[in-house]
């Protein structure tokens, strides 16, 4: 069974940082890029970052760039996200998921395998 399991959510103060992990299981991880987005109450699923099956290609949405920084492990089969400066509307499930092909895409609908999600929490 195909699994990807998101884990290092928490609850941090605004300024703070904290790094999601997402560790995949049972498919080749090296074949799909992998994303992450996020969702918070009452709100639409958002995409966050995106990175390419090799690492060299990356994707970060408008209200994270130059603060949250997406990279992967091919040998360890996971993708970690980095989150500095967090702030208040950070605050949200974050869900990783993983995309078939070799381009990257911010569509959630091209994503096949998503994983639970993991709630991070970002107070003033």
């Known amino acids: 069974e195909v699994q990807l399991v998101e884990s290092g959510g928490g609850l941090v103060q605004a300024g703070g940082s904290l790094r999601l992990s997402c560790a995949a299981s049972?498919?080749?991880?090296?074949?799909?890029?992998i994303g992450w987005f996020r969702q918070a109450p009452g709100k639409e699923r958002e995409f966050v970052a995106t990175?390419?099956?090799?690492?060299?290609?990356?994707s970060y949405s408008d209200s994270v760039k130059g603060r949250f920084t997406i990279s992967r492990d091919n040998v360890k089969n996971t993708v970690y996200l980095q989150m500095n400066s967090l702030k208040r509307e950070d605050t949200a499930v974050y869900y990783c998921?993983?995309?078939?092909?070799?381009?990257?895409?911010?569509?959630?609908?091209?994503?096949?395998?998503w994983g639970q999600g993991a709630q991070v929490t970002v107070s003033s």
């Open positions: 998921a993983a995309s078939a092909g070799s381009i990257i895409t911010t569509r959630p609908n091209a994503y096949i395998y």
């Open positions: 990175i390419s099956q090799s690492g060299a290609s990356t």
């Open positions: 049972e498919f080749t991880f090296d074949d799909y890029a």
